[in-house]
């Protein structure tokens, strides 16, 4: 998968470029503001996107993750603190709350690589904090 990554924190976001690329993903791009991640999500072409939901420009992450749903980009907020995610989750496939481990972020990754390739559902992992769903 193409990956942005959107996040403020130099040493986290470097941290998770890391990982995602030792599990086979590009990162195209990492973002610190909401500016320069909605300049990078229209100038590039992404499968996937990590969130962080506070930026260097205020708690803005829910801007751009509603830009990135606009966009048909599947993403995750990756934040410490996961309360800020509006209950709609603002398009979001789920949330990964800091601090995590790198074990639990790679099993993320390999849930939502399935589930975006469109293979058969693993087993959420237990880091990984989905929406709500209501049934009809």
């Given at each position: 998968?193409?990956?942005?990554?959107?996040?403020?924190?130099?040493?986290?976001?470097?941290?998770?470029?890391?990982?995602?690329?030792?599990?086979?993903?590009?990162?195209?791009?990492?973002?610190?503001?909401?500016?320069?991640?909605?300049?990078?999500?229209?100038?590039?072409s992404a499968d996937f996107a990590?969130?962080?939901?506070?930026?260097?420009?205020?708690?803005?992450?829910?801007?751009?993750?509603?830009?990135?749903?606009?966009?048909?980009?599947?993403?995750?907020?990756?934040?410490?603190n996961v309360k800020r995610i509006?209950?709609?989750?603002?398009?979001?496939?789920?949330?990964?709350?800091?601090?995590?481990?790198?074990?639990?972020?790679?099993n993320a990754l390999e849930y939502?690589?399935?589930?975006?390739?469109?293979?058969?559902?693993?087993?959420?992992?237990?880091?990984?904090?989905?929406?709500?769903?209501?049934?009809?």
């Amino acid at each position: 998968m193409r990956i942005i990554i959107v996040e403020d924190e130099a040493l986290l976001a470097l941290e998770l470029e890391s990982e995602v690329e030792a599990a086979g993903h590009t990162v195209i791009g990492v973002a610190a503001d909401s500016a320069s991640a909605m300049t990078l999500i229209e100038k590039e072409s992404a499968d996937f996107a990590f969130v962080d939901i506070h930026l260097l420009d205020g708690p803005t992450g829910v801007d751009v993750g509603r830009f990135l749903a606009s966009k048909d980009i599947p993403y995750v907020f990756v934040s410490g603190n996961v309360k800020r995610i509006p209950p709609d989750f603002a398009g979001a496939v789920g949330a990964i709350e800091k601090p995590y481990t790198v074990n639990g972020l790679q099993n993320a990754l390999e849930y939502l690589d399935a589930m975006i390739s469109g293979k058969d559902a693993l087993i959420v992992p237990p880091n990984l904090i989905m929406p709500a769903t209501t049934t009809p």
